[in-house]
């Protein structure tokens, strides 16, 4: 490794060395680096005429170094990289220009100590640096030194508790033995005969013992085994077959004897009693509400009581009354909460006369209203006739243990109880499906940890947790357990952890991750510990940097991704250790702040929210509102008052108050995720951090096989088109596509696409060519749930210049345009914009489980029809799904989501045709809402009333949505747009897509789908619905001069109404075409 060379960078990223070239802006200026696509290259970056050249060195068999240059010139070889560099100061030998100044690298800016965390004392030694200059006198010193030192520690041990044998065989081995050990090992032989001859003197009883015990044990396991074995056991053949194995492994293996006997005791006994057995589901006990209900203008006093265990919701007049009125778990369709009144629910039930009934509830705060939702779906979930689930919930807790053990009771933690946004009491017992706990400074040993974490998670949720996976860098740790049922489930299990301490070599700082597949969806989850201290802010943002090239998880087919893009769903937690930037002498004002709970003046000047801000960390990461207090730093065993000043020789330090622990999450583009927590406990004190606590819902997509005959299923499609990407990059090369994805049997490419320099700098690429994706399976219930990564290439070297993702889910019913911003290394390098149409077999998607609670919106948002005409809203109410409230399907946010979704208007045929019942009442009157056209001729499809659907009840994208806690990280939707044709015409052209989010105007044409995907069907005009809420009538004849817009397949019912339902939209006049009717085209490139 040249790491001594001016000119090598290491490891550093590309955006940087072509940074640090640009900034010379001398012509043959260079440098190399690490190659990001082939692990033992190098690229070797050249500038000229402001332009980056990478050349890639590559080695050969024989390790022989070559650069691949321009054809035609002859490839030369060289044993070393300064050779290579030498001979390429030359001209003519291939490069765009000869090499000239070389670029030195950037002096990185170490961590200093912490003095309050020492890493583990190690010895003194000294090696001297070149081993060939070692001569019997240094040898003889550093061995003495090393016999002194210990012998100077036995000094000062209390050893009067060991025999009189033990201390002499311990004080002649570091006075001689140890010596003879480290020449032993200056030689080649790590075999340490010294030391095996202590522990063979100081364990000679130990060996006789285990052989005497072991039998005993062996015939204690075997009876425990289900399956009885003739013949001696397994363990004892291991262990007494080879009385030459070191002590510590034949200790290592009785351990483990002795955990299998006690795990599979305690099984035994909690099966016999009834206390847990294995896979049974948790006992939840019963609970009962107090409500008011709304009726006729009066309200009345009712009890409603939660039975989960037996499926079933009673209603009651009095909280000891009769229990004959009662719904079970299958008539309970719907609940609808309201977002103007926040303790309000609406409860859609299903009576005996196959009617639907709709019964409103007022609890007594928003907490209740929760804590029963929760019920309510877990209730569903336990007894759902689904064989997989679509939806689990997860736990997500960090805590900085300051070196010290956990008190007797942690049981507030996994409960969310304390400050900010919490669980209510009603939902204590409701198991989650995975328990992810992070710790840093962790003092105890894994084993010690884990059986901690079981046994509460048993007193808790009377669930004996299986461990997934746990991962440990020195005191920085990772566990996560899971439900009993789940363990068929989760594969393809991986761990990894990454040093960022001193000189990235330490382990005191860093991060450990795991990742797994459960059923069709991946998880990543990452807890790190980052170096402290309110001024060290850049060498955080740079140990997230390092943490997120280097931490090695999930699918590695996925070598061009970083972990942000590899998993569906990405937690990261930890100790990240940003602060509140304000001087010292506001520590007492923070603190008045703190008391009085008025954190947002505080949280403006949190590091980590500032630097999200400034796209330099957690690039698209979501982060629930803190309505908690700073977590750091109190003082121990209270927390009622922070230690913010702390004594050292250089003078007083300063540990303001901050929200030093966190939790955040990357999800793929359209999936369900909702958090219901996120706060830390007031009742664990023995650290000077408070623990922190957050729970999802998240949806999961299942282990897919086709009910449909291979034979006669028609093939599926994804084509992906009119693809134009706009890269930051000063880098001189040609550009490629390549598609991800684990519905495709293989990656795909694309060709050459046509690079255009833009006035800012940036790099425009079209990619003419139409790219067709043959899935694996083509039925919509698996397609709609898979997404599509890209990955923008050069030609030259192979390497990445960014990375997004697509959800197949935004071309469910007709062709979408799409617009990700591209990352590399977490941190933006462009933007995509392209079209993306699916053709799938026929067949159409089940309700999701997580469909079951929605959200009910009262506002009105105006609409401007064609010709400027106001009309007030077809709805005064829409009901979505929580997951999505306040982001629209159709919009997203390219700046803080990473992506956008031109939904294209679907046309008044599928608009506004609910029946009257459900327009009086403004939300659907079952699990799917009925959609049928005017004309009463044509089949009636189902279409739900979600989101990830498309059956949305608003005005697509162009109303302002009101935000529900969220506003941190959720934006409105755009203004409404204009539908004259005035708007059209002065609309200005379009700009280079930016760091900021735009909407792709539905006003804009829509290039005609491909033949082979769609053929043409001409529609018959229909009559408008007489239906009540002012619903918008079937598609009139198109004008003449339009283009007929491409219509499904007729076989595929689940897409017979291309142009799904706008509830918001005004009805267009029958002799009056709507103007969004007009046809579609894809976005030009620009």
């Given at each position: 490794?040249?790491?001594?060379?001016?000119?090598?960078?290491?490891n550093?990223?590309?955006?940087k060395?072509e940074?640090?070239?640009?900034?010379?802006?001398?012509?043959g200026?260079?440098?190399?680096?690490?190659?990001?696509?082939?692990?033992?290259?190098?690229?070797?970056?050249?500038?000229?005429?402001?332009?980056?050249?990478?050349?890639?060195?590559?080695p050969?068999?024989?390790?022989?170094?070559?650069?691949?240059?321009?054809?035609?010139?002859?490839?030369?070889?060289?044993?070393l990289?300064?050779?290579?560099?030498?001979?390429?100061?030359?001209p003519?030998?291939?490069?765009?220009?000869h090499?000239?100044?070389?670029?030195?690298?950037e002096?990185d800016?170490?961590?200093?100590?912490?003095?309050?965390?020492?890493?583990?004392?190690?010895?003194?030694?000294?090696?001297?640096?070149?081993?060939k200059?070692?001569?019997?006198?240094?040898?003889?010193?550093?061995?003495?030194?090393?016999?002194?030192?210990?012998?100077?520690?036995?000094?000062?041990v209390?050893?009067?508790?060991?025999?009189?044998?033990?201390?002499?065989?311990?004080?002649?081995?570091?006075?001689?033995?140890?010596?003879?050990d480290?020449?032993?090992?200056?030689?080649?032989?790590?075999?340490?005969?010294?030391?095996?001859?202590?522990?063979?003197?100081v364990?000679k009883?130990l060996?006789?013992?285990?052989?005497?015990?072991?039998?005993?044990?062996?015939?204690?396991?075997?009876?425990?085994?289900?399956q009885?074995?003739?013949?001696p056991?397994?363990?004892?053949?291991?262990i007494?077959?080879?009385?030459?194995q070191?002590?510590?492994?034949?200790?290592?293996?009785?351990t483990?004897?002795l955990?299998?006997?006690?795990?599979?005791?305690?099984?035994?006994?909690?099966?016999?009693?009834?206390?847990?057995g294995?896979?049974?589901?948790?006992?939840?006990p019963?609970?009962?509400?107090?409500?008011?209900?709304?009726?006729?203008?009066?309200?009345?006093?009712?009890?409603?009581?939660?039975?989960?265990?037996?499926?079933?919701?009673?209603?009651?007049?009095?909280?000891?009354?009769?229990?004959?009125?009662y719904?079970?778990?299958?008539?309970?369709?719907?609940?609808?909460?309201?977002?103007?009144?926040?303790a309000?629910?609406?409860?859609?039930?299903?009576?005996?006369?196959?009617?639907?009934?709709?019964?409103?509830?007022?609890?007594?705060?928003?907490?209740?209203?929760?804590?029963?939702?929760?019920?309510?779906?877990?209730?569903?979930?336990?007894?759902?006739?689904?064989?997989?689930?679509?939806m689990?919930?997860?736990?997500?807790?960090?805590?900085?243990?300051?070196?010290?053990?956990?008190?007797?009771?942690i049981?507030s933690?996994?409960?969310?109880?304390?400050?900010?946004?919490?669980?209510?009491?009603s939902?204590?017992?409701?198991?989650?499906?995975?328990?992810?706990i992070?710790?840093q400074?962790?003092?105890l040993?894994?084993r010690?940890?884990?059986?901690?974490v079981?046994s509460?998670?048993?007193n808790i949720?009377?669930?004996?947790?299986?461990?997934?996976?746990?991962?440990?860098?020195?005191?920085?740790?990772i566990?996560?357990?899971a439900?009993?049922?789940?363990?068929?489930?989760?594969s393809?299990?991986?761990?990894?952890?990454?040093?960022?301490?001193?000189?990235?070599?330490?382990?005191?700082?860093?991060?450990?991750?795991?990742?797994f597949?459960?059923?069709?969806?991946?998880?990543?989850?990452v807890?790190?510990?980052?170096?402290?201290g309110?001024?060290?802010k850049?060498?955080?943002?740079?140990?997230y940097?390092?943490?997120?090239?280097?931490?090695?998880?999930?699918?590695?087919?996925l070598?061009?991704?970083?972990?942000?893009?590899?998993?569906?769903?990405?937690f990261?937690?930890?100790?990240?250790?940003?602060?509140?930037?304000?001087?010292?002498?506001?520590a007492?004002?923070?603190?008045?702040?703190?008391?009085?709970?008025?954190?947002q003046?505080?949280?403006?000047k949190?590091?980590?929210?500032?630097?999200?801000n400034?796209?330099?960390?957690?690039?698209?990461?979501?982060?629930?509102?803190?309505?908690?207090?700073?977590?750091?730093?109190?003082?121990?065993?209270?927390?009622?008052?922070?230690?913010y000043?702390?004594?050292?020789?250089?003078?007083?330090k300063?540990?303001?108050p901050?929200?030093?622990?966190?939790?955040?999450?990357?999800?793929?583009?359209?999936v369900?995720?909702?958090?219901?927590?996120?706060g830390?406990?007031?009742d664990?004190?023995t650290?000077?951090?408070?623990?922190?606590?957050?729970s999802?819902?998240?949806?999961?997509a299942?282990?897919f096989?086709?009910?449909?005959?291979?034979?006669?299923?028609s093939?599926?499609?994804?084509?992906?088109?009119?693809?134009?990407?706009?890269?930051?990059?000063?880098?001189?090369?040609?550009?490629?596509?390549?598609?991800?994805s684990?519905?495709?049997?293989?990656?795909?490419?694309?060709?050459?696409?046509?690079?255009?320099?833009?006035?800012?700098?940036s790099i425009?690429?079209?990619?003419g060519?139409q790219?067709?994706?043959?899935?694996?399976i083509?039925?919509?219930?698996?397609l709609?749930?898979?997404?599509?990564?890209?990955?923008?290439?050069?030609?030259?070297?192979?390497e990445?210049?960014?990375?997004?993702?697509?959800?197949?889910?935004?071309a469910?019913f007709c062709?979408?345009?799409?617009?990700v911003?591209?990352?590399?290394?977490?941190?933006?390098t462009?933007?995509?914009?392209?079209?993306?149409?699916?053709?799938?077999?026929?067949?159409?998607?089940?309700?999701?489980?997580?469909?079951?609670?929605k959200?009910?919106?009262?506002?009105?948002?105006?609409?401007?029809?064609?010709?400027?005409?106001?009309?007030a809203?077809?709805?005064?109410?829409?009901?979505?799904?929580?997951?999505?409230?306040?982001?629209?399907f159709?919009?997203?946010?390219?700046?803080?989501?990473g992506?956008?979704?031109?939904m294209?208007?679907?046309?008044?045929?599928?608009?506004?045709?609910?029946?009257?019942?459900?327009?009086k009442?403004?939300?659907?009157?079952?699990?799917?809402?009925?959609?049928?056209?005017?004309?009463?001729?044509?089949?009636?499809?189902?279409?739900?009333?979600?989101?990830?659907?498309?059956?949305m009840?608003?005005s697509?994208?162009?109303?302002?949505?009101?935000?529900?806690?969220?506003?941190?990280h959720?934006?409105?939707?755009?203004?409404?747009?204009?539908?004259?044709?005035?708007?059209?015409?002065e609309r200005?052209?379009?700009?280079?897509?930016?760091?900021?989010?735009?909407?792709?105007?539905?006003?804009?044409?829509?290039?005609?789908?491909?033949?082979?995907?769609?053929?043409?069907?001409?529609?018959?005009?229909?009559?408008?619905?007489?239906?009540?809420g002012?619903?918008?009538?079937?598609r009139?004849?198109?004008?003449?001069?339009?283009?007929?817009?491409?219509q499904?397949?007729?076989s595929?019912?689940?897409?017979?109404?291309?142009?799904?339902?706008?509830?918001?939209?005004?009805?267009?006049?029958?002799?009056?075409?709507?103007?969004?009717n007009?046809?579609?085209?894809?976005?030009?490139?620009?």
């Open positions: 490794m040249p790491s001594f060379q001016p000119w090598y960078h290491g550093i990223t590309r955006s060395a940074n640090l070239l640009s900034n010379t802006a001398r012509d200026s260079f440098l190399i680096r690490d190659s990001e696509s082939i692990q033992g290259a190098y690229a070797l970056c050249v500038l000229f005429q402001t332009c980056v050249y990478t050349y890639r060195i590559l050969n068999e024989d390790k022989k170094l070559s650069v691949q240059a321009s054809d035609g010139v002859p490839i030369r070889f060289f044993t990289l300064n050779e290579l560099v030498d001979a390429y100061y030359s003519n030998m291939g490069l765009i220009t090499l000239q100044y070389p670029v030195p690298r002096e800016v170490e961590e200093e100590q912490e003095s309050t965390n020492h890493p583990p004392q190690l010895p003194p030694r000294k090696i001297s640096p070149d081993p200059e070692n001569d019997s006198k240094t040898m003889e010193q550093a061995s003495k030194s090393l016999s002194d030192t210990y012998q100077m520690r036995l000094q000062h209390d050893m009067s508790h060991l025999s009189e044998e033990h201390q002499m065989a311990l004080q002649e081995y570091f006075r001689t033995s140890i010596c003879l480290a020449e032993q090992a200056q030689n080649g032989n790590l075999s340490l005969p010294g030391l095996k001859k202590l522990l063979a003197a364990c009883n060996n006789s013992e285990i052989s005497q015990i072991l039998p005993a044990l062996e015939i204690f396991h075997r009876a425990l085994d289900q009885l074995s003739p013949g056991g397994l363990f004892s053949k291991q007494s077959s080879n009385s030459s070191s002590i510590s492994d034949r200790l290592e293996q009785l483990k004897l955990y299998s006997i006690e795990d599979k005791a305690k099984n035994t006994v909690f099966e016999t009693i009834g206390y847990d294995g896979h049974r589901k948790s006992l939840i019963v609970v009962t509400f107090e409500v008011k209900q709304e009726s006729l203008g009066m309200s009345t006093k009712m009890f409603l009581k939660v039975d989960v265990e037996s499926g079933k919701l009673y209603f009651k007049k009095s909280k000891e009354g009769p229990e004959d009125k719904f079970v778990h299958n008539k309970i369709l719907k609940l609808v909460k309201s977002q103007k009144m926040h309000k629910l609406i409860i859609m039930v299903e009576t005996e006369k196959e009617k639907t009934l709709k019964k409103e509830f007022v609890f007594d705060d928003t907490k209740k209203r929760e804590g029963f939702c929760q019920l309510l779906q877990q209730m569903k979930n336990k007894h759902s006739e689904k064989p997989e689930p679509d689990i919930t997860v736990f997500v807790g960090t805590w900085n243990m300051g070196g010290v053990g956990p008190p007797s009771n049981d933690w996994f409960q969310c109880k304390g400050q900010g946004k919490t669980s209510d009491e939902a204590d017992h409701i198991p989650h499906d995975f328990y992810v992070g710790t400074e962790d003092p040993s894994e010690e940890w884990v059986d901690t079981k509460v998670l048993r949720t009377n669930i004996s947790f299986k461990l997934v996976a746990s991962h440990t860098l020195w005191n920085i740790r566990m996560i357990l439900k009993p049922e789940h363990e068929n489930r989760i393809h299990i991986f761990s990894d952890s990454v040093k960022t301490g001193i000189a990235n070599t330490l382990g005191n700082k860093g991060a450990v991750g795991v990742s597949m459960f059923n069709g969806t991946s998880f990543g989850f807890n790190s510990h980052l170096t402290s309110s001024e060290k850049l060498r955080r943002n740079q140990n940097t390092n943490i997120l090239r280097f931490l090695n998880l999930g699918d590695k087919k070598n061009p991704f970083d972990i942000t893009h590899r998993f569906t769903h990405l990261w937690l930890g100790d990240l250790n940003y602060r509140v930037e304000l001087p010292s002498t506001e007492e004002h923070i603190v008045s702040k703190i008391k009085q709970q008025q954190y003046e505080l949280l403006t949190d590091q980590l929210r500032m630097e999200r400034d796209e330099k960390v957690f690039l698209h990461f979501d982060e629930e509102d803190i309505t908690f207090a700073p977590t750091y730093r109190f003082e121990r065993d209270t927390r009622e008052k922070y230690a000043t702390k004594a050292k020789a250089t003078g007083t300063y540990n303001l901050s929200w030093c622990d966190r939790v955040l999450r990357k999800s793929y583009p359209l369900h995720v909702v958090c219901h927590s996120y830390c406990t007031n664990i004190m650290s000077d951090h408070s623990p922190v606590f957050a999802f819902e998240v949806g999961v299942s282990q096989v086709s009910k449909q005959d291979p034979n006669t299923e093939q599926g499609g994804i084509q992906i088109m009119n693809c134009v990407a706009v890269l930051l990059t000063k880098a001189k090369t040609k550009f490629f596509i390549e598609f991800h684990s519905c495709l049997e293989k990656s795909m490419k694309t060709k050459e696409g046509e690079n255009m320099e833009q006035s800012d700098g425009k690429v079209t990619f060519n790219v067709e994706l043959t899935p694996i083509s039925d919509p219930e698996y709609l749930d898979q997404h599509i990564l890209i990955c923008v290439k050069s030609v030259d070297c192979d990445s210049y960014g990375e997004g993702c697509v959800a197949l889910r935004a469910q062709y979408r345009e799409f617009q911003t591209l990352t590399h290394h977490g941190e933006k462009g933007t995509l914009t392209g079209g993306i149409q699916l053709r799938t077999s026929e067949g159409k998607p089940t309700e999701k489980l997580y469909d079951f609670i959200v009910e919106r009262d506002d009105a948002v105006p609409f401007k029809a064609k010709g400027g005409d106001k009309f809203m077809a709805q005064t109410h829409d009901i979505s799904n929580p997951s999505y409230m306040g982001l629209s159709k919009v997203g946010n390219v700046k803080e989501k992506w956008s979704y031109n294209l208007n679907r046309g008044p045929d599928a608009a506004g045709q609910m029946g009257k019942d459900s327009k009442a403004g939300y659907d009157l079952s699990p799917t809402a009925k959609v049928s056209s005017g004309g009463g001729d044509e089949p009636v499809s189902e279409m739900f009333d979600n989101p990830l659907y498309g059956s009840g608003k697509h994208g162009r109303g302002k949505e009101p935000s529900h806690q969220q506003t941190d959720l934006t409105a939707g755009d203004p409404p747009q204009s539908s004259s044709k005035d708007s059209e015409l200005p052209p379009l700009p280079t897509p930016r760091n900021r989010s735009y909407t792709c105007s539905d006003n804009k044409p829509q290039p005609p789908a491909p033949a082979n995907l769609h053929p043409t069907v001409q529609k018959k005009p229909v009559v408008p619905s007489r239906s009540e002012g619903t918008a009538p079937s009139p004849p198109l004008p003449a001069k339009s283009r007929p817009e491409p499904p397949h007729k595929r019912d689940y897409r017979d109404i291309s142009d799904i339902q706008n509830k918001n939209r005004a009805p267009a006049r029958p002799a009056q075409p709507h103007k969004d007009a046809p579609k085209m894809g976005r030009p490139g620009n």
